[in-house]
């Protein structure tokens, strides 16, 4: 059996499978997301390891013995500071966080615009890794002097299974640090930044084995010392693993906390305008193209938590079923936490446009839902005019749960929309990269080939689909039409398809 874990950004979760990637046990725990300040998200890396050892202990005791390796994979971006000694130097900011504006500018004035997507695939973001580490510089610089070691989300939890400092390439993708062509740290952005390469770990391929599990650590979770830990993936390219987008004609849809369109691409072509992000994939040698929507089911848990809501996903999926397509002129714009692709604006910012005296929760709730669909739409759209071909998208994530969340996806990317078998997502990619890692699968490809298996497929109906066409210019001009931040006008959209 192949273990994977997930460090999510609202709980870790940790599944075990069998080769033929069947789910034998599986155990989630949650933690709290911490807002100090508007715009500003961070956590505790102890929550992470404590709910990490809640999880893989629940997992090894269902599944009972005859691990091959452990897989990590988890969220993206964050930053975790330690100090000399290895302990945590204040709270991790993480991939939401939208405090390092003025540092993200301070990057692109120090590389240049088109050098920075030239390096590393990407433009200079606020949720990326290298802005944080300027922000503790120039903000908490006690802090900063006791800086020694930066690491992603799941590579904290690795250094505490394992005591190694370690990486994987499509996770380090999302640092901003890292020379994309060469899979390794960008000497030249570190030299300008400031930032000793020796803070930054050991970088591996995702089907790598970066050290075993310390025999106290072992005996604490009831696995074997030693068990094997791959390097992994950060969760999107995790989860690309477990849906099989390994080749191009496929592209998945994740519906998390974010909203991400996934595709596939063999060499690394960066998106000239920085829309999308470009990043090493978790197959050796491949890259891969990512649109988010920063709140995506973050857009609809706000709504459900909302005083005298009371209502839970399910429940709110099948009121907005209830309401016409087109929520009867009510539109939605999803950028509660700002926005990346297209609009790359972290000021972007939320709205319900159209309210009348006959909408009801049910129109509010299916204007949200169209919102955040049409938001990635807008990702699609600039994917399709960067070459990428779209025959058919793989639905994962809690919104591929719904029924009405994929139907809405197959109407507005007019494309059929797959469900998959299973729905463990990242943890499961984290699982079979193990696999790949330590020989139980040929290599990463076949690893897909024997454990990705879909479910349902909807198909759009051509009427909403035509509607829905209609619908996203008025979409596309609201935004340009409310947003009061001059970068709001920094790009424009392609016309739809």
Known sequence: MLLGLDVGTTGARAIAIDAAGNVIASASAHYPLLSPRPGWTEQNPEDWWQATRVVLRRVASEAGRGFAALGLTGQMHGSVFLNQAGDVIRPALLWNDQRTGAQSEQITERVGAERLISITGNPALTGFQAPKIL?????????????????????????????????????????????????AWSGEILDALGIPAEWLPSLSESATITGGLRPSVAADLGVPAGLPVAAGAGDNAAAAIATGIVRGGLVSSSLGTSGVLFAHREGPEPDPSG??????????????????????????????????????YEQLASLAETAPVGAEGLF???????????????????????????????HLTRALMEGV???????????????????????????????????????????????????????????????????????VQEACDRTARTGDVIEPDRERASRYGQLLHTFRALYSATQPSPQAHRFRMPAGR
């Open 135 to 183: 922000w503790l510089r120039d903000v908490e610089p006690v802090q900063y002097r006791h800086l020694r070691r930066v690491l992603l989300p799941k590579d904290y939890v690795r250094l505490r299974l394992t005591g190694e400092l370690s990486t994987d390439v499509a996770d380090a993708s999302g640092t901003l640090l890292l020379d994309l062509k060469a899979r």
């Open 275 to 312: 829309r999308l992000h470009t990043f090493c994939s978790a197959v050796p040698g491949r890259y891969h193209l990512m649109a988010v929507t920063l709140s995506a089911g973050g857009s609809l848990r706000w709504w459900r938590d909302l005083p005298g809501g009371g209502m839970g």
């Open 332 to 362: 939605f714009l999803p950028y509660l936490s700002g926005e990346r692709t297209p609009h790359l604006n972290p000021e972007a910012r939320g709205a319900f446009i159209g309210l009348r005296a006959h909408h009801t929760r049910a």
């Open 373 to 443: 669909i049409f938001s990635l739409r807008d990702g699609l759209d600039v994917m399709r005019n960067l070459g990428v071909e779209v025959q058919r998208v793989r639905a994962t994530g809690g919104g591929a749960r719904s029924r009405a969340w994929r139907q809405m996806q197959a109407d507005v990317f007019d494309l059929p929309v797959e469900a998959m078998a299973s729905d463990e997502g990242p943890a499961v990619g984290a699982a079979v990269l193990a696999g790949a890692a330590t020989g139980v699968y040929g290599d």
